[in-house]
């Protein structure tokens, strides 16, 4: 069976799981509450001051509900995918037909990224959408915009093969769901963490990814650079954790 075969029929399983459902509700809440300061009247001011950036406090308020809502989400995807395969001995049926656990874990990944892609993308065109529905004019910074998108994607995409991995490895399903509700108060607050804490934990990696901060004595919200090496470290290690852990599992069915 070739993997493209192999991940449609993880989608004919996942009919029911109403992940999409799932992803634009946690989306859904998570732009209430990055855009409800756009119809103050302090933002509504800011939006014709040419020495505000509302873009940037904007994506700073993005940033907040994003390292909030983010990990709970692939904590969430990551067990619905899993979950099944506990309750309806999946895994002897996936190895009767030649797929060890392992590589059934890594279809599901292949699976759910086109989810993810999709879900990333559309809370940020919808916060840029709502921005300029409350009357925000000023010009974007496009490529700004989309390398935070990218950014938070991959952490998102390194965070969800963590939970597939746990999820698979644990019958008990709360237990990734506990670790995702952790995560988000880690994300949190690793905005407010120094940097060199933040790069410690995965989750601190929505803080360190994120282009926006307060600086200076003034604390002055300025465009900052996002610590890109420090980011391509976090993914490179997990992915090779992924890997590692998938063989695992594969060794677990021989």
């Not at 559309?122 to 974007?140: D, H, K, V």
């Not at 610590?227 to 290690?237: S, Y």
């Amino acid at each position: 069976m070739t993997p493209a075969a192999a991940v449609r029929i993880e989608y004919a399983k996942l009919r029911r799981r109403r992940l999409p459902l799932i992803g634009f509700v946690v989306i859904g809440a998570g732009l209430l509450f990055s855009s409800a300061s756009l119809f103050t009247a302090t933002a509504q001011a800011s939006f014709t001051d040419p020495e505000a950036a509302p873009w940037l406090q904007l994506m700073l308020n993005l940033a907040l509900t994003t390292a909030l809502t983010s990990p709970l989400l692939v904590a969430i995807l990551g067990s619905r995918v899993v979950e099944i395969e506990h309750q309806g001995n999946g895994w002897v049926l996936a190895r009767m037909a030649g797929r060890r656990r392992g590589e059934l874990c890594r279809i599901k990944f292949l699976a759910l990224t086109p989810l993810l892609v999709g879900l990333v993308g559309l809370q940020f065109i919808l916060q840029i959408f709502i921005a300029r529905a409350a009357g925000l004019t000023q010009p974007l910074d496009v490529g700004l915009w989309a390398g935070y998108a990218g950014c938070v994607l991959l952490v998102g995409l390194a965070l969800l093969g963590l939970h597939i991995c746990l999820s698979a490895w644990l019958e008990n399903q709360l237990i990734s769901l506990g670790l995702g509700v952790i995560g988000s108060f880690i994300g949190l607050f690793s905005l407010f963490m120094p940097p060199s804490l933040a790069h410690l934990l995965p989750w601190g990696y929505y803080a360190v990814s994120t282009p926006a901060a307060m600086t200076g004595p003034g604390q002055t919200l300025t465009a900052t650079a996002p610590d890109l090496v420090g980011l391509a470290i976090f993914l490179a290690v997990f992915a090779l954790g992924f890997w590692a852990a998938t063989e695992a599992l594969n060794r677990k069915d021989s």
